[in-house]
């Protein structure tokens, strides 16, 4: 079965550092794009980081641009989220993904259940 399994999620006071980590199991890991995604409480799920299937490309929103570093490793089957100098507002659940497109252009998405990183002092 398709599995991600987000851990490294915990409290943190402001300026402090996390690293997220993400393994996944069950699919062709090295052919899918990894994106990290967070929800905070009463807010739309956004777009935080995301990397190429090869680890060539990455992008970042523009709010942790300079702060967050996503990485992978295929051959662990794991991708990461270095996050540095966080802020009250990176408090979110954050959330593994993986998206891929098959033979008949049909969007593969698959999701972990999320990590909580509470940034508070």
């Known amino acids: 079965q398709v599995q991600l399994v987000e851990s490294g999620g915990g409290l943190v006071q402001p300026g402090g550092s996390l690293r997220l980590s993400c393994a996944a199991s069950?699919?062709?890991?090295?052919?899918?794009?990894m994106s990290w995604y967070r929800q905070a409480p009463g807010k739309e799920r956004e777009l935080v980081a995301r990397i190429s299937s090869g680890g060539g490309n990455t992008n970042y929103a523009d709010s942790v641009k300079g702060r967050f570093t996503i990485s992978r490793d295929n051959a662990l089957k794991t991708v990461y989220l270095q996050m540095n100098s966080l802020k009250p507002e990176d408090t979110a659940v954050y959330y593994c993904n993986a998206e891929a497109v098959n033979y008949f252009k049909e969007r593969l998405m698959y999701w972990g259940k999320g990590t909580l990183v509470t940034v508070s002092s």
């Open positions: 069950g699919f062709s890991f090295s052919s899918y794009v």
